[in-house]
């Protein structure tokens, strides 16, 4: 006899019996799942809070390009100086004037917007070691990685030799670091005292009056050192001997990470130009000496910003170029080509042609 539709008596029994147990392994799953989603987010989020902590004036390398960094807008506290926000946030005295002229330097006010120029573009010469380019009153060192850590590059503001007291140019290295320095004032420096009918001190010791700071990196230039100051309101100008100044904290920073024989590149580039992803970028400084933004200038910018056959080219905007090598500002501006003008409507554009007629006809 066929039973077929027929349902067993015991069937309701039976299923209520696998119900708990299939329950249990969704719940595994749908537990592993959120577990997974849980695990990814948590490395994003690393990611995103690790790109947070890199310090001022820490970069991750372009594994292509040349930009490095953002501008950014802060506001000023209550009783706090240009000077202090430029500090503050890893830039120098020029720096911080040209990108807020309208901006007062001794009292901003509170609540007033600053600009920190934080972008830029690196240097046009081997990424290695310590490289000092006098004319944007920048170092940019490139600190050596291991296995598995992510290349960098360190950037911050310094000063420089006033007129007359050129920083030297060049390659040279590390020779020797020196914590806490006694200051042996030069001949110029005792000149000058007796000129005022004063008598220089043969040394200044380590203190608060030294004005090579607590640490000081000697290059292998007799004369010349990397050095911390007791008057850090001259960062980012030109008010050295020829030596290089850095904020104290920045110094104190790399100190320990600047082996002796560490590459030291100083060069005089006030002309940048570089690469971020597909669009050109250019970053001009005021030239140290007199030098006029010529051909030789603008054929030298465009000599940066050649690429390899392969890539597509791309049109330059050498309108705005020209503009930027006759006023430089220090900003990271892109050549991209000026918008096309709309088209005018079809009545304008024949009454201007009627009027051109009209003027070719007298």
Known sequence: MKHHGTVREDWPLRRLTWLPLFIGMLAIVLSAGAAWAEEETSAEES??????????????????????????????????TLLDIAREHNVGYEEIRRANPDVSVWLPGEGTEVVIPGRFILPPVEREGLVINVAELRLYYYPPTGEGETPRVETYPIGIGREGFDTPLGKTKTTMRLKDPAWYPPRSVREEAAARGETAPAVVPPGPDNPLGRHAILLDIPGYLIHGTNLPDGIGMRASRGCIRMYPEDIESIFERVPVGMQVHLINQPIKAGWDGDTPYVQVYQALEE??????????????L????????????????????????????????????EPKPEEEAKEEESLLWEELSV
Do not use: C, F
Request: net charge negative; glycine share 8%; charged share 25%.
């Open 47 to 80: 990611e995103a809070e690790a790109a947070n902590e890199w310090p001022k004036g820490h970069y991750p390398l372009p594994e292509q390009g040349d930009v490095i960094g953002e501008d950014y807008i802060v506001k000023a506290r209550d009783e706090e």
């Open 291 to 304: 030098q006029e933004a010529g051909m030789a200038a603008l054929m030298e910018t465009l000599a940066m």
């Open 306 to 341: 050649e690429r390899n056959g392969d890539a597509p080219a791309t049109p330059l905007n050498y309108e705005l170029l020209r503009e930027l090598l006759e006023n430089p500002s220090g900003e990271v501006i892109a050549l991209t080509p000026a918008p096309a003008p």
